[in-house]
């Protein structure tokens, strides 16, 4: 009797933490952080302003005089301009909506509303994009959180797999930029960071976030930092 008596005790306390554990992973997995107050749906479909009149002309004129020059993004305008790109977006069975990018002087977060299966997951991003000393753009990838769980490795390992799979079925070009991108993301893989805007190749040479606000310095191609 005694030792029945001790199963029962031992199953019922199995359970209960069981159900503790549980629940404690539902609610990280649920929890909405408090800094995400993403802006409504743009109502309109007309295309936003802030890109196409205010970061863009900057971006292009500095290319054309192949100069150097700094670009000050806002983290309203850049919001604005997210929310109206066309949302939501759908991938791999989810839905994605609410975006939100935030500006402080730890980095850059992107955040958003995943819907799986009815129920809605709030997704960070975090990342402190840099130039490194011999010139090479990283984005030091630092969280990949699910509510207030994060799961970065095992994010990584996933999304490793789907961009696997995708290139499988393509011919994908290693000088693509996004490819740059995803690598640098996935695995750490700094790169150079050089664009071409019509004739004219720019690279980013300094990237400093700060409260509200990213500002980024660009410079002509064969522009090499300490030299004139």
């Known amino acids: 009797m005694k030792k029945r008596r001790r199963m029962r005790l031992f199953l019922l306390i199995d359970l209960g933490v069981s159900l503790t554990l549980t629940t404690i992973l539902v609610l990280l997995l649920l929890h909405r952080p408090a800094s995400y107050n993403p802006a409504k749906p743009a109502e309109t479909k007309e295309v936003n302003q802030y890109w196409t009149h205010v970061v863009w002309p900057q971006i292009y004129n500095g290319a054309q005089q192949q100069k150097p020059f700094e670009v000050e993004i806002t983290e309203e305008g850049i919001n604005q301009a997210i929310t109206a790109s066309g949302w939501p977006k759908v ?15 730890d980095g850059v977060s992107l955040m958003g509303t ?8 709030v997704v960070t991003i975090r990342g402190k994009p840099a130039i490194e000393p011999n010139g090479l753009l990283s984005l030091n990838l630092s969280a990949f959180k699910v509510g207030a769980l994060n799961v970065t490795p095992l994010a990584k390992v996933i999304a490793r797999k789907m961009y696997a799979q995708r290139l499988s079925k393509v011919e994908a070009n290693p000088d693509d930029i996004n490819i740059k991108i995803l690598n640098s993301l996935l695995d750490g893989k700094p790169f150079e960071p050089v664009f071409t805007i019509e004739d004219k190749k720019i690279k980013i040479v300094g990237v400093e976030a700060g409260e509200g606000k990213i500002a980024i310095k660009f410079a002509a191609a064969g522009f090499q930092r300490g030299k004139k």
């Open 114 to 121: 995943a819907t799986i299966e009815n129920v809605d997951f």
């Open 91 to 105: 991938s791999e069975g989810a839905v994605f909506t609410a975006p939100q990018v935030i500006f402080t002087t």
